[in-house]
């Protein structure tokens, strides 16, 4: 079993947190560290292969996944990996 | 429109025939993809329908005829998943489904959103039940450049599958058709039950979607809401206008139009003239005439006073529910109402409270822990004041000045955070993280907005005119036996020793916890009489705002929290509710504050 930090290290692919305003990305993964919130994410269908696209970062950030518009805080779209898509 | 039963269904033998119990068919699907519109279309009865997730959060019940045969309808709160981590809501619609309360399964999808729709195509296919996947909102998906292969999903499900633009009606016949074509839908076996890979490669397999230039004003209008710098100046007009409307207009005009135009000046003289003439008995003409009298004072307070308020506030409610703007407020609120215990999803019920806290207690079901729906449920009965009450506030204090307006509502918002920093810190359990689907702004159609209003002033009717009358004739028996001199006598210690008011303003909060708009009504008469002070006036409607929830409140949130909580909140919100009326009131004498 992997300790906390060398998952984090693991996972050095970039997150939609990294996204800049109108960047394009697909989904490639979502963290299990925390089983409920990676459930609801995927019923509200961020799994593999989605597109998504940043739509603003602050006061809270929000993205468009597939056509629902989603608003999450800062810890969620860092438990969400993607692909960047240019 | 056009409809989908895969040929070798179409001969199987039929799921309608003739029972001894109407066949139970409910409605189930993702949140805010229309199950309201088109269980309105079915039965012709109208459950709330609001452009936001969480309408429904109980299950409405209603009749429909397929062919000769009667169904009973099963309006379910939308769900995103059947299993797994669920919240309350989606407990109550997946029960429906695995107690067999229903016979048939209509999963109502977002067209748009074919691959949401498909993970929960195979999450309901699990309780083998004969199922129709309706695909709505096709015309919003055709202008967004998705179209689904509507033939080939159903041959692939095995079940079938209708098209329609529910709000226009569209498709409604060709669903009917297609019930007794309903079953079991087909899906392939997933080891770990995780069919997300599945509906993303069926969906990306049976959609074609192409850019599309459409919605570039939705995108525009969706930034300028959601970014700070545009988006607070604009928060600020819109409740400036809830305000002009609800505040002024509804308050002020329309109000004075009524208790002075209609009831001062026609029936409440003219049920004197009639009282005097007709009825030989005192007592009896006291109660209908006197001045705890059930129309000079029961209906009147009703009908005069906080009729017009609710009416204007329900109206321009229901236009903003509509357009899909409150949800986005959840984007500014997250980082302060995470401080509170909760998270930016609380905004809901907290902005629903300003409508009836007793029906925002029970959209509490869509937060997603039990801590985050007790917080949500003390804050609600502790400050956020019901459209009535909020509508006396502003039409005692807007009289008086800007400042005392301030005061109370700065108050009631440093009270509400402070209890929720506290609650966060003290009460066991966790908050979860905030995830919210922002529903697609809109302009709201006015059929459904006057629907809706018509329909809330109705229940406001049925509901609050009763107790109205019922608080009066309470209040005529407590006077005619001098038991309201004894209330008010005892409660003087504290109305008037501790808060600073006349004596009179006890007799007032009694009549807040039957309603607090009810109260709030009598303080607005109290205030007209000139019997408070302006600063009194400040003190008395804090009091009033921290106070108990009314009755129906405090029965929703032993339904929804349980007695033993209920009782804990009541305790707590009324000693709160007290000492930051003496504080405020000593503060006030201290610091020689006048509005």
């Known amino acids: 079993m992997l300790s906390g930090s060398s998952v984090s290290t693991f996972e050095h692919g970039r997150r939609l947190v990294s996204l800049g305003v109108g960047e394009r990305g697909v989904v490639v993964r979502v963290l299990r560290d925390n089983p409920a919130r990676a459930e609801r994410l995927k019923a509200l269908g961020v799994t593999p292969g989605a597109r998504v696209r940043l739509l603003q970062r602050f006061p809270g950030f929000v993205f468009e996944c597939d056509q629902t518009e989603l608003a999450v805080e800062p810890s969620v779209a860092r438990a969400i990996l993607i692909e960047e898509l240019g | ?595």
């Open chain 2, 1 to 595: 429109m056009s409809c989908h039963i895969a040929a070798e269904r179409a001969a199987a033998p039929p799921v309608l025939r003739l029972r001894a119990r109407p066949l139970k068919v409910v409605l189930v699907g993702n949140p805010n993809v229309g199950k309201s519109v088109i269980f309105g279309r079915l039965t012709g009865r109208y459950a709330t329908v609001s452009n936001y997730p969480g309408t429904t959060v109980g299950i409405t019940t209603g009749r429909a005829m397929v062919g000769a045969e009667v169904c009973d309808v099963i309006d379910s709160p939308g769900v995103n998943a059947l299993e797994g981590v669920l919240s309350e809501d989606e407990h109550v619609t997946r029960r429906l489904l695995a107690n067999r309360e229903a016979d048939l399964v209509i999963q109502v999808a977002d067209a748009r959103n074919l691959r949401r729709a498909l993970m929960l195509t195979a999450q309901a296919a699990a309780f083998s039940l004969p199922m129709v996947l309706v695909l709505n909102m096709v015309d919003e998906a055709r202008r967004r450049g998705v179209e689904v292969d509507a033939a080939r999903l159903s041959s692939e499900l095995g079940i079938p599958v209708v098209e329609t633009v529910a709000i226009e009606g569209q498709g409604l016949n060709e669903l009917k058709e297609a019930l007794p074509a309903a079953a079991p839908a087909r899906i392939p076996f997933v080891p770990n039950g995780d069919y997300s890979a599945w509906a993303h490669e069926t969906a990306s397999r049976l959609r074609r979607s192409r850019p599309s230039s459409i919605g570039r004003l939705q995108e525009f209008l969706g930034r300028a809401v959601r970014q700070p710098a545009t988006g607070l100046p604009i928060l600020a007009v819109v409740l400036y206008v809830i305000y002009l409307f609800v505040g002024v207009f509804g308050a002020q005009t329309l109000v004075r139009l009524i208790e002075h135009g209609v009831f001062q000046a026609y029936i409440n003289p003219a049920a004197t003239a009639l009282a005097d003439r007709f009825i030989p008995f005192a007592a009896v003409r006291d109660f209908l005439v006197g001045p705890y009298g059930l129309i000079t004072m029961g209906l009147t307070y009703a009908m005069a006073i906080v009729l017009p308020v609710v009416a204007t506030f329900f109206l321009i409610f229901g236009w903003l529910e509509d357009s899909g703007y409150i949800p986005r407020l959840a984007i500014f609120s997250d980082r302060i109402f995470r401080m509170m215990g909760l998270n930016g999803k609380a905004v809901l019920p907290m902005v629903l409270g300003l409508g009836c806290d007793t029906m925002a207690t029970m959209t509490t079901r869509i937060l997603g822990t039990p801590k985050e729906r007790l917080i949500a449920v003390l804050l609600l009965a502790l400050g956020i004041p019901c459209s009535a009450q909020l509508a006396t506030i502003l039409g005692i204090l807007g009289g008086i000045s800007f400042a005392a307006l301030l005061t109370l509502f700065g108050v009631v918002v440093l009270q509400i955070f402070f209890v929720g920093f506290l609650a966060a810190q003290l009460l066991p359990g966790e908050r979860s993280d905030f995830i919210m689907e922002l529903p697609p702004l809109r302009l709201p159609g006015m059929r459904n907005l006057m629907h809706k209003t018509l329909l809330r002033i109705r229940w406001y009717l049925w509901e609050a005119v009763p107790l109205f009358l019922i608080g009066t004739a309470l209040l005529f028996v407590l006077d005619k036996t001098g038991l309201l001199r004894w209330v008010v006598a005892g409660g003087r210690p504290v109305v008037t020793g501790l808060l600073g008011l006349p004596a009179e303003t006890a007799q007032v909060f009694v009549m807040g916890f039957l309603r607090r708009d009810y109260g709030a009504a009598g303080l607005f008469q109290l205030s007209h009489a000139g019997q408070l002070s302006a600063t009194q006036a400040v003190v008395a409607l804090t009091v009033m705002t921290l106070f108990v929830p009314c009755v129906a409140n405090f029965l929703m949130i032993i339904r929804e929290q349980g007695l033993k909580a209920a009782l804990a909140i009541l305790v707590f919100v009324t000693t709160v509710a007290l000492s930051t009326g003496a504080g405020l009131h000593y503060a006030f004498r201290i610091l020689g504050v006048d509005f």
